[in-house]
Structures are given as structure tokens and as C-alpha cells.
């Protein structure tokens, strides 16, 4: 009998997708995990997910310490997904979400997020893949089987809304 306690870190800079990620993670995969204000949804203390966008809210978390805490909760199967998504895009959503900024300080946020994440994974060596968001929305049912394969897990589902998120800034862009 397997007794592991799996957890799924989603991990990526502001606006790569960790909240559609984790979505994902719950609905498709029956993870336990936050869905936007919803709450815990699957109450599955064996099988987690969860999500941190790097900084959050202004805060930059160390992956290292969420990692740690997880083994210090049992878990022994830690796996993790690194949201990624087109740099232009990023600078328009945090342009739309927040006050805009200068794109170098934008660009320099996104470098420092790869940065700790890449740092954490070459200290703490665990199963990752990279999901990237142009690719989630062009082809949403053959991203989350792949999500899947890498991941040894079976989706149980593609109830899931996939919105293309990049189509209001080509607009804006447009015109």
C-alpha cells in the first residue's frame, strides 16, 4: 500500500498562469487545493497543490521554505511546476493590475523570480516541468495530458474554462 503525500508546488513569476495552473491541478487531477475565494476544495490531505506567484503581493517567498515546510508536514513526494508565459504579456497584465512601471523593472522582476526558482532546484533536486501559458490556451486538453505524463498523474477530468487572456492586449494593441 502507498502511503506518500504527494504536494504539487505551482511556482512563477506575477501573471504566468499559477491561478489557471492550480485550477487545473484541483479540477482535472483532484487535488486538494484553493480555487480563488472558493476555498479548499477535494479535501484530500494526501494529495495537495498549491500555488505562489513570485513576489506575492510585494513578497518574495523562498521557495526553499515552502519546500521545508512541506517535508516537515509529511510530504514525500514533492513535485513542482514552473509557470511560464510570453515577457510582453506579463508587462501588460501587471500594467492593467497595478500601477504600470518602466518594462526593465518589470523584466528585472521576472528574471529575479526565475532566478530563486532555478537556485532552489539546483540545491533541492525534484521532479518539475515548465507550463507554459500560450501553450495551455492554444491546445488546453493536450497541455493538462502532458502535465499529466510528466507528472505520473491521470487527469480525471478537463472540466476546466481555459480563456486566452493575451487576446485583450493584442486588441489593445491594435488599435
Not at 515577457?87 to 501587471?94: C, E
Request: contains cysteine; aromatic residues 10%.
Amino acid at each position: 500500500m502507498n502511503l506518500n503525500k504527494t504536494a504539487i508546488m505551482i511556482l512563477g513569476p506575477e501573471a504566468t498562469g499559477t491561478k489557471i495552473t492550480q485550477e487545473i491541478m484541483v479540477k482535472c487531477f483532484g487535488c486538494d487545493g484553493y480555487i480563488g475565494r472558493g476555498g479548499i476544495k477535494n479535501r484530500n490531505e494526501n494529495f495537495i497543490s498549491f500555488k505562489r506567484s513570485l513576489p506575492a503581493a510585494g513578497v518574495w517567498l523562498d521557495p526553499q521554505n515552502l519546500f521545508d515546510d512541506l517535508q516537515q508536514h509529511g510530504f514525500d513526494d514533492i513535485k513542482l511546476i514552473i509557470t511560464t508565459r510570453n515577457w510582453g504579456y506579463i508587462a501588460r497584465s501587471h500594467d492593467r493590475q497595478f500601477a504600470p512601471r518602466p518594462r526593465e523593472e518589470t523584466f528585472s522582476m521576472i528574471k529575479r523570480a526565475y532566478e530563486k526558482i532555478f537556485s532552489f532546484l539546483a540545491k533541492t533536486p525534484i521532479p518539475y516541468l515548465m507550463s507554459s501559458y500560450e501553450s495551455l490556451i492554444s491546445n488546453p486538453e493536450t497541455h493538462i495530458k502532458s502535465i499529466g505524463e510528466v507528472l505520473n498523474l491521470e487527469p480525471k477530468s478537463y472540466d476546466v474554462c481555459i480563456k486566452n487572456g493575451n487576446l485583450k492586449y493584442d486588441k489593445a494593441c491594435q488599435g
